[in-house]
């Protein structure tokens, strides 16, 4: 697959093994140094809830289960896809919003939830895309006939979403819609607002409402090479919480979504030179930030004054000072001792 590259599970201390350590007061198997605090802190680390129950399929694919009577008879379903508007190359601006849009709006087995008293939706932010599902446990009126498989079925259409044409130019229209809808004086006020604020970082340039010319010319191909790149076990976490038994839930978790493999999800990206980009995109801007070596949950972008010779001192000088020091590189190669400057 393209996009696939080793990484810490995004459920950090509540990846199994690390909680094993962690409450055995040893070192985490993810070599992290936000799971564990040093010996020399005195700081304890956060404990974890009794009754969070955690786990990883076979196929990468990571859950977390919390169970709460209440509401009673109530539970949620949220599935998180680490990949959203930051993520997108140069002619994709967009089609985040608009993948999420024929991967959940148009699915069957979502409209199977209406009716039921059930609440879902997905909305797409700059570093993911979420779809959830908020039911009864039951079917109204019946007591045999349970709402979580129907639920997760929901969600588990959304990662194989057939992205065929007559529903891409439906949600096309609807994201032309909402763009326009957005388009306030106070929304552009925003835009400027955070383009300034991330002005070094892909942030800047990676507005989820994308660009209309490329949103008016995309094919199915260009929504499902998306879809297949990012839409994989190993890139979502699916939270699950209410009033629901646990081994239920684990049970049902691996019947709707342990059939699923990044393997085949990257054999059918059609797009070849996407799919060159979309690997030289997941080691130029995944590949050594945050998002691989502390937490998933980060954005995937390098800030500019990151990158290039000498950052590893910087930031050595920083912690040793405690302070940030800028090194002025062309100084530093004549020898002048006095390029470092403190910045303010």
């Not at 009794?50 to 109530?74: A, C, E, I, K, T």
Request: glycine share 6%; aromatic share 6%.
């Amino acid at each position: 697959h393209p996009s696939k590259r080793d990484h810490i599970n995004p459920l950090n201390s509540l990846y199994p093994p690390n909680r094993a350590a962690i409450e055995k007061g040893e070192q985490p198997v993810d070599d992290d140094p936000l799971l564990a605090p040093s010996s020399s802190s005195s700081t304890p680390p956060l404990p974890f809830h009794p009754s969070v129950q955690s786990g990883v399929l076979p196929n990468g694919f990571s859950y977390v289960f919390l169970p709460n009577r209440s509401p009673p008879g109530r539970f949620e379903a949220h599935l998180q896809v680490f990949s959203g508007s930051s993520d997108e190359l140069e002619p994709q601006q967009g089609i985040a919003h608009l993948t999420e849009h024929v991967a959940y709006m148009g699915s069957r087995k979502r409209e199977r939830l209406f009716g039921t008293g059930s609440q879902t939706n997905a909305y797409t932010d700059f570093h993911h895309t979420v779809f959830y599902a908020a039911c009864p446990t039951l079917a109204p009126g019946r007591v045999d006939a349970p709402m979580l498989p129907m639920a997760l079925d929901a969600l588990c259409d959304v990662m194989e979403a057939r992205c065929d044409p007559a529903r891409i130019e439906k949600e096309r229209q609807a994201v032309l819609s909402e763009m326009t809808m957005v388009n306030t004086i106070e929304y552009r006020v925003e835009c400027q607002i955070l383009s300034t604020l991330h002005r070094e970082n892909r942030l800047a340039k990676r507005f989820p409402i994308g660009k209309e010319s490329l949103i008016r010319a995309w094919k199915q191909d260009d929504v499902k090479t998306w879809h297949r790149t990012h839409y994989r076990p190993d890139n979502v976490l699916l939270y699950v919480v209410g009033d629901l038994d646990p081994k239920v839930v684990e049970r049902t978790i691996m019947e709707k979504f342990g059939h699923l493999t990044a393997e085949r999800q990257g054999s059918q990206i059609k797009l070849t030179d996407l799919k060159v980009e979309a690997s030289e995109l997941a080691d130029a801007v995944v590949g050594g930030t945050m998002k691989q070596a502390q937490s998933w949950h980060y954005p995937p972008v390098r800030h500019d004054f990151c990158v290039g010779e000498g950052v590893k001192d910087v930031l050595d000088a920083a912690g040793d000072a405690g302070r940030l020091i800028r090194k002025d590189a062309s100084a530093a190669a004549n020898g002048d001792d006095d390029s470092d400057k403190e910045i303010s």
